[in-house]
């Protein structure tokens, strides 16, 4: 098993920065690549970013790529997006979520946070 908490969200500007925190639990956290997903009211829950368990391949959303970053802190098994720019359109419930490796595809992951909110008002 795998346990992951989100944390960090709230209520932005537009034009502001937020960095979201996905803590990682359990079985050998490295062996995990890591996603960020996003779902706004009333959509389906989209892929932002991902990044392998060893760190070393990130993988983003053609939409947020150059506004977001996602690092991983290997020593703290911890998990960061970093989002700039925010624009209110990135409203939405953010999850992390885990699995061997990286896919765009939210069905594909076996374990996923309780995920956190982020409004980002005009």
């Known amino acids: 098993q795998v346990q992951l908490v989100e944390s960090g969200g709230g209520l932005v500007q537009a034009g502001d920065s937020l960095r979201l925190s996905c803590a990682v639990s359990?079985?050998?956290?490295?062996?995990?690549?890591v996603g960020w997903f996003r779902q706004a009211p009333g959509k389906e829950r989209e892929f932002v970013t991902g990044?392998?368990?060893?760190?070393?391949?990130?993988y983003y959303s053609d939409s947020m790529k150059g506004r977001f970053t996602i690092s991983r802190d290997s020593a703290k098994n911890t998990v960061y997006l970093q989002m700039n720019s925010l624009k209110p359109e990135d409203t939405g419930v953010y999850y992390c979520?885990?699995?061997?490796?990286?896919?765009?595809?939210?069905?594909?992951?076996?374990?996923w946070g309780q995920g956190t909110q982020v409004t980002v008002s005009s």
């Open positions: 979520a885990a699995r061997a490796t990286i896919s765009y595809s939210y069905t594909e992951y076996d374990y």
């Open positions: 359990g079985r050998t956290v490295s062996n995990y690549g």
């Open positions: 990044i392998t368990g060893g760190g070393l391949a990130r």
